[in-house]
């Protein structure tokens, strides 16, 4: 199980409309094979700063199989534009411990 | 409930050692009011690179009560000399999605 972790900084006074507009784009990422779960997650000190979290089974299911599905270019087509740069997305290995789910979503 | 994201690099050939030191200091944060779970990530690409994240009942639990209490001196002793500078750590609210719990820890 590897965890991918991208970080990304939206548009100023985009942050609402990203943030719907991912909720309905993310499908794209829970239906594609070897993932196993997300969250979107929302920075309190940096305006527009978010940092994406998603559990695949292995690299190659994000970087090889999900990029080169018809779903990754709609999702990419339909969220890439709110992003004022690429992100940056890196893949991890669990050292030690064990996130509890997050057992609510918050909303502005 | 809030997400701590902490981005830390560690010194080359420190890396094992580090793990080591991290997993027995690691109770000091367990312990701590308002802490909810955490897991520590060893990054693929990029050697001596760590990404920790807390998940907290609030940024005060972390910044506020954590931090003033003797078992964060103490696992701040004995983690930080690891650490190439000082770690970078940022508070998230969930937005969308809910991760699911690693299932497994990997060790070298």
Redesign the interface.
Known sequence: ???E?ATLQVHEGKEAEF?TV??RA?SAI?TAKGY???????????KG???L?V?WES?DAHTVTFKASSEYEEFRRSIHPFYVKSPEA??????????????????R
Chains 1, 2 share one sequence.
């Open positions: 199980m590897i965890l972790v943030e991912f909720a993310s829970s196993l779960g997300h969250e979107l997650n929302r920075c309190l000190e940096r700063h978010y940092v979290l559990r690299v890196l893949h991890y290995e669990s050292v030690e411990g064990g996130l509890s789910e997050s057992s609510r979503s918050t909303r």
